[in-house]
């Protein structure tokens, strides 16, 4: 097993219908209005930007995004990434019970030299941290979503 080999895989229930969803998750630069873990987010060009993000633990990972698929007739987000994490996450969006069914999944090869440092004792905490930016992604698109 390679430790610094991560995939996570979340699944979000939202209460507003697809096409509103695509519409905010498609707009990266504005996720730290609305997420809390993501601290900054600055476009480089309209394809690529760059992501700072901090969850509980007290450290930060950067990471440069390149779009590599935008599909809204099929719901799909995915991006290539490079820098303190190398590999790709993808949105998946759904209808589904008058609202959402958002699939976010992510294959990544951690490449900071701290979380590689401590790959083999942090890989747990690496794992719930990681839970709780998506809880609180999830909690801040909620609210975003409703307040229109």
């Known amino acids: 097993m ?6 996570f895989r979340s699944v979000w229930q939202l209460a507003a219908p697809p096409d509103a969803v695509y519409a905010v998750l498609e707009r990266a630069e504005e996720y730290p209005r609305w997420w ?3 601290r900054e987010v600055t476009p480089v060009d309209e394809a690529t930007g760059t992501a700072r993000f901090r969850s509980f633990l007290p450290y930060e990972l950067v990471v440069t995004a390149v779009a590599r698929r935008r599909e809204p007739e099929s719901g799909i987000l995915e991006i290539g990434m490079s820098g303190d ?6 949105w998946t969006l759904t209808a589904h019970d008058g609202g959402t069914r958002a699939v976010y999944e992510q294959e990544v090869e951690v490449r900071s030299r701290l979380m590689r440092a401590f790959a083999v004792p942090g ?12 809880r ?5 698109l909620a609210a975003h979503l409703r307040s229109g």
Do not use: K, T
């Not at 390679?2 to 995939?7: A, K, N, T, V």
């Not at 609180?136 to 801040?140: E, F, V």
């Open 2 to 7: 390679d430790w610094c080999r991560y995939r």
């Open 36 to 38: 809390p873990q993501v």
């Open 85 to 90: 994490l190398d590999g790709w996450a993808r």
């Open 123 to 134: 890989r747990p905490v690496f794992r719930a941290n990681h839970a709780l930016m998506m």
């Open 136 to 140: 609180g992604g999830r909690r801040g």
